[in-house]
């Protein structure tokens, strides 16, 4: 049996550790951090890294290294815009079904025709949004991510 290893940089890595450090590389990319020939260096060299320490050593000079993926400000940043999605959808569909059935309306007292032929896009829209809100309204979360008060 071995000792626990007391050394964190010398840990063996996996492929979500490389692609996580792959990640932050980018974010210095698009931050202007890192020039285009040093970012693909150092994505060579994040792919190919054994330990923690090998990817650590990547990322230490970059500002993006202490930067938390999992943050909450994001995630709540993120939830606010997929609320603020969600309430532009339904009003585009509201929209869309006073724009129809005023149509339908205006044809039907003009031409006397009543065949109520916006039950079609009505439809075809509302599974639309039925196929936005069930995911947004009931998404599983995962034990680790907790909602801020």
């Known amino acids: 049996m071995t000792a626990p290893m007391t050394n964190t940089s010398a840990v063996r890595v996996g492929d979500r550790d490389r692609n996580l450090t792959a990640t932050r590389l980018g974010q210095a990319l698009a931050q ?3 020039d285009m020939t040093e970012y693909e260096r150092r994505v060579g060299s994040a792919f190919a890294a054994q330990s923690r320490g090998d990817l650590d050593a990547l990322l230490t000079d970059l500002p993006v ?18 609320r603020l999605w969600l309430r532009l959808h339904l009003a585009a569909y509201a929209l869309m079904v006073v724009v129809v059935l005023t149509v ?19 439809l075809g829209a509302g599974i ?14 995962s034990p680790g991510c907790r909602r801020a008060p």
Do not use: K, Q
């Not at 205006?106 to 032929?117: C, D, H, I, K, R």
């Not at 639309?128 to 979360?141: K, M, T």
């Open 32 to 34: 202007g951090y890192l």
């Open 104 to 122: 339908w309306l205006a044809v039907a007292l003009s031409g006397g025709t009543w065949y109520f032929w916006p039950i079609w896009p009505i």
């Open 65 to 82: 290294h202490r930067m938390r993926l999992d943050d909450p400000a994001r995630r709540a940043a993120r939830e606010s815009a997929a």
């Open 128 to 141: 639309g949004v039925v196929g936005h809100v069930i995911p947004a309204r009931f998404a599983v979360r």
